[in-house]
């Protein structure tokens, strides 16, 4: 069974020992996904595992993939139009060199499907609450994974609240 990646159907590798970040890098020549640390500290590699799950595609097998979808920054864009939240980190200069820049709009994804699920964070304060809000705290840490070695926080983090805390607190 093939692997969906951007709503394409791919071969999984031959070799079952590829992680998923060489499946796209290196065989399928999607690159928005980065090889930073290649150990899951950095976040540059994150993607999403059926539009909502965010995963450290360094630290995965393609295999364990198998018959699921995976979602890179390549597949957040529709029909030529960027994700908002693509637009917001352009908007707020949420990035300087861009390298983690697209694991971090990745992760953002991920972590607003996390709120809308009621996933608690390590700084959520009652974790009976059937809603989350995206608190300037509740933000930091979830997306504490994902590191930024130009220190552009402050534009990625008003990029990701713009764009996510009116719909945490409905």
């Given at each position: 069974?093939?692997?969906?990646?951007?709503?394409?159907?791919?071969?999984?590798?031959?070799?079952?020992?590829?992680?998923?970040?060489?499946?796209?890098?290196?065989?399928?020549?999607?690159?928005?996904?980065?090889?930073?640390?290649?150990?899951?500290?950095?976040?540059?590699?994150?993607?999403?595992?059926?539009?909502?799950?965010?995963?450290?595609?360094?630290?995965?097998l393609?295999?364990?993939?198998?018959?699921?979808?995976?979602?890179?920054?390549?597949?957040?864009?529709?029909?030529?139009?960027?994700?908002?939240?693509?637009?917001?980190?352009?908007?707020?200069?949420?990035?300087?060199?861009?390298?983690?820049?697209?694991?971090?709009i990745?992760?953002?994804?991920?972590?607003?499907?996390?709120?809308?699920?009621?996933?608690?964070?390590?700084?959520?304060?009652?974790?009976?609450?059937e809603?989350?809000?995206?608190?300037?705290?509740e933000?930091?840490?979830?997306?504490?994974?994902?590191?930024?070695?130009?220190?552009?926080?402050?534009?990625?983090?008003?990029?990701?609240?713009?764009?996510?805390?009116?719909?945490?607190?409905?």
């Open positions: 069974m093939p692997i969906t990646i951007n709503g394409a159907e791919a071969p999984l590798p031959a070799d079952p020992r590829v992680s998923l970040l060489d499946l796209l890098r290196e065989h399928l020549h999607l690159s928005g996904a980065k090889k930073g640390c290649n150990q899951g500290a950095c976040g540059a590699c994150t993607v999403l595992v059926d539009g909502h799950e965010r995963i450290l595609s360094c630290l995965a393609a295999v364990q993939y198998e018959g699921r979808s995976i979602t890179s920054i390549e597949g957040l864009a529709s029909d030529g139009t960027l994700h908002p939240l693509q637009q917001k980190f352009i908007d707020h200069d949420g990035f300087q060199c861009g390298y983690c820049t697209p694991g971090q990745c992760s953002a994804v991920g972590m607003a499907a996390e709120l809308k699920r009621g996933v608690p964070s390590n700084v959520t304060a009652d974790l009976a609450a809603s989350i809000g995206l608190t300037h705290d933000l930091r840490e979830r997306m504490s994974g994902n590191l930024c070695r130009c220190g552009a926080y402050n534009g990625i983090v008003a990029a990701i609240g713009e764009e996510y805390a009116a719909e945490a607190a409905s």
